[in-house]
């Protein structure tokens, strides 16, 4: 006799319980096995055989997780953007509920649950490969494999990155609804089968090796925090050269730890000046002198005035005597922060779209900046991204591919206050270094910064909005991951196959009867 199907009120409650456990897998609170608990809640909200009601179902969950997890685009830019890009973010979520409920139609899929589980990962992997590219260039933020940086399967970036990661904790989250629906079904096997299918996926990165140790060599850096005047949109105050007057201070309090001309390079942040140092000339003076005083080049955040209008947010590598000597300028701005698409269209609904003056500019170089090394006697490849571009898969990776040795997240986090996006963006800057076997840095404005050993493991860190200096040496490696490797292709391999499976259910369905259907996937 067929089953009935879930209650719909029933369904709503489990979407909400889901994407809450969900958002609590992530930093702050960072309690990720709730990833799997958040991700099995919507497996079971999922049950009814219903491709309009599973996608409200699904934007319920979504705006569950997304709402609570980005609170600090209300601290940044108020809370009509952070609305509106929670309920964009969670519209992907309703896709895939959607894409899952025709998937699952299939004939092959609806008789095996085994395969459910995998086609529930698939699809879960090419629904957030979709919101990485699109719209406006895509907004990574909530992947789940951001989640999974204190698990033992964020040891798996190594191997195929956030795709594989991503699957993991889908396909992990699938199996726990399988075991509860066994238990409700009264079958103990089945029950003790789906959870021990659950702990052997979360255990397979306890056997992946993560080298650490340098392969040509070591880099001494210094990183400076150099604090800004306030916090939120006016985070940096209507004081001029404060926040490059506090990293030139910075980097000589460096001193107190070092002598002069023992480091190879001294990091500041993204906007570390607020100044351009390529056209003003008392600012480029106050960089000099500190580099000079430390004895060491620079890789310093600034932004750049094009006379043919925009801006650029650019890293440039500064040399005492020289001035810059190469640079790298940042390739995907942030849609609605650093550039307004749409602008007439979205001053309907907000004026703040206005004090974004001058719209960023993409660069179009990867993240790779040559320094040269007197000590080491040869070209050191540092791997740069600014701020949210440790979000973006391609981005890092080209780094990397490019030369990079180690890596460096130059970021602002200013804006965002004592939110958690710091902490989440370090995160992403931790499993970058498992993903690509690299020593990394992420150096803020006003913290979290953090130096990071390529294994994930945070060997120093900073409060936020204080002065600080870390002072650290970095193994240098050249050696590509597997999933360095791989590049693109399991995320192209991924998205061929969430798309073949609802083409497939889709155009198997009319041949089952949708009692059938319930029958079997309850």
């Known amino acids: 006799m067929p089953r009935p199907e879930p209650n719909r009120l029933i369904t709503l409650v489990l979407a909400v319980t889901g994407g809450v456990a969900t958002r609590f897998a992530f930093p702050d609170a960072g309690w990720w096995p709730l990833a799997y608990v958040g991700t099995a809640l919507l497996f079971l909200a999922l049950r009814r055989d219903r491709a309009r009601w599973n996608a409200l179902v699904g934007l319920v969950w979504g705006v569950a997780f997304f709402a609570p997890l980005i609170t600090w685009a209300d601290s940044a830019v108020g809370w ?233 947010n650019t890293s440039v590598l500064w040399e005492s005597g020289k001035g810059v000597v190469a640079s790298y300028t940042k390739q995907r701005p942030a849609a609605f922060g650093e550039y307004i698409p749409m602008r007439g269209f979205v001053r309907l609904f907000s004026s703040d779209v206005d004090k974004v003056t001058r719209d960023m500019l993409p660069g179009h170089k990867p993240g790779y900046v040559p320094l040269a090394s007197p000590r080491l006697g040869r070209t050191v490849g540092i791997g740069d991204v600014i701020c949210f571009e440790v979000a973006y898969d391609d981005l890092v990776r080209t780094a990397v591919t490019s030369g990079g040795e180690v890596l460096v997240v130059q970021t602002n986090n200013a804006s965002f206050g004592y939110t958690a996006e710091s902490t989440q963006q370090l995160a992403m800057s931790r499993l970058r270094a498992i993903e690509h076997g690299r020593a990394t840095v992420q150096i803020s404005t006003v913290g979290v910064s953090a130096v990071i050993a390529p294994n994930g493991a945070v060997l120093q860190h900073t409060a936020l909005f204080t002065p600080a200096q870390m002072v650290a040496t970095l193994p240098l490696r050249e050696s590509w991951t597997l999933s360095d490797r791989l590049g693109r292709w399991p995320a192209w391999i991924i998205d061929a196959l969430a798309v073949s499976v609802v083409v497939t259910g889709a155009a198997g369905a009319a041949r089952v009867r949708r009692s059938d259907r319930n029958e079997i996937a309850a």
Do not use: C
Request: charged share 15%; proline share 6%.
């Open 80 to 312: 009509i953007p952070w609305l509106a890009l929670s309920v964009v973010e969670a519209g992907f979520v309703a896709l895939f509920a959607a894409a899952w409920t025709w998937a699952r139609r299939g004939e092959a899929v609806w008789r095996s649950a085994a395969l459910q589980v995998v086609v529930f990962a698939v699809l879960w992997v090419g629904t957030e490969e979709l919101r990485q590219v699109w719209p406006f260039g895509g907004f990574p933020w909530g992947r789940l494999a951001f989640s999974q940086a204190d698990a033992p399967m964020a040891a798996l970036m190594s191997i195929a990155g956030t795709p594989l990661v991503s699957a993991a904790v889908a396909g992990v989250g699938a199996m726990l609804a399988r075991s509860v629906l066994a238990v409700r079904r009264g079958t103990i096997v089945g029950t003790f089968g789906w959870l021990a299918g659950g702990v052997a996926l979360l255990a397979v990165g306890l056997v992946v090796p993560l080298p650490t140790q340098a392969q040509d060599g070591e880099l001494k850096v210094g990183a400076v925090q150099g604090n800004v005047p306030g916090q939120g949109v006016d985070a940096f105050g209507n004081v001029p050269r404060q926040v490059l007057d506090n990293h030139a201070q910075g980097t000589k309090d460096l001193l107190k730890q070092v002598a002069p001309g023992a480091l190879d390079l001294v990091l500041w942040p993204e906007n570390g000046t607020d100044i351009d140092p390529q056209v003003d000339q008392q600012a480029a003076a106050t960089i000099d002198d500190a580099a000079r005083a430390v004895g060491a080049p620079m890789l310093v955040g600034t932004v750049q005035y094009p006379d043919s209008g925009g801006r650029y």
